[in-house]
């Protein structure tokens, strides 16, 4: 992973975080995005930087703005001049019983599991081709076995998963 750049979305917290951290010990760059979490992401940089100057930069986006997305993949390849993988790690993760569903939850819920990737795996494709690289989509057990009190999500992680497959087929 020497010299690659890879943006994570969601790279804050929890899983986002240890991501960064492994490939950032790996020897890449990484873009460690977020929407709210900023003093966790400003922590993280600064502690990648610390190891490494110059080796991470940080990204604020709504993933459910879709303007925002070929602009964070702007703001990627503008500064470290290469992208090399993009792992869609963002993810909102709420209870949604049937009836109890409404369109700001399925903004929501598909919007961060499943159409912020499409759109930024279509907005990083050209540069991933350049470099030969990677997307890399974080799913779930619930994607294939739905979790009670959660279709809504379940849903968007399906859908994720097979997004996923059809990528791979297209790019």
């Given at each position: 992973m020497i010299g690659k750049t890879v943006l994570i979305t969601g790279a804050a917290k929890r899983v986002g975080r240890s991501i960064a951290h492994e490939l950032h010990a790996g020897g890449a760059n990484v873009v460690v995005h977020y929407r709210a979490a900023a003093d966790a992401a400003k922590s993280l940089?600064?502690?990648?930087?610390?190891?490494?100057?110059d080796s991470a930069l940080i990204v604020q986006a709504d993933l459910l703005d879709t303007a925002a997305l070929d602009q964070l993949i702007s703001v990627t390849v503008t500064h470290f001049g290469r992208l090399d993988a993009l792992v869609n790690n963002a993810s909102t993760f709420f209870a949604t019983p049937i009836g109890q569903i409404d369109e700001a939850t399925w903004l929501d819920l598909v919007g961060s599991n499943f159409k912020a990737p499409l759109f930024l795996s279509q907005?990083?494709?050209?540069?991933?081709?350049?470099?030969?690289?990677?997307?890399?989509?974080?799913?779930?057990?619930?994607?294939?076995?739905?979790?009670?009190?959660?279709?809504?999500?379940?849903?968007?992680?399906?859908?994720?998963?097979?997004?996923t497959r059809a990528l791979a087929v297209e790019l």
């Open positions: 940089v600064a502690e990648l930087q610390a190891i490494r100057r907005a990083a494709a050209p540069f991933l081709r350049q470099t030969r690289g990677n997307i890399v989509n974080i799913v779930d057990i619930h994607g294939e076995r739905p979790l009670a009190g959660y279709p809504l999500y379940c849903a968007a992680k399906a859908a994720l998963v097979g997004l």
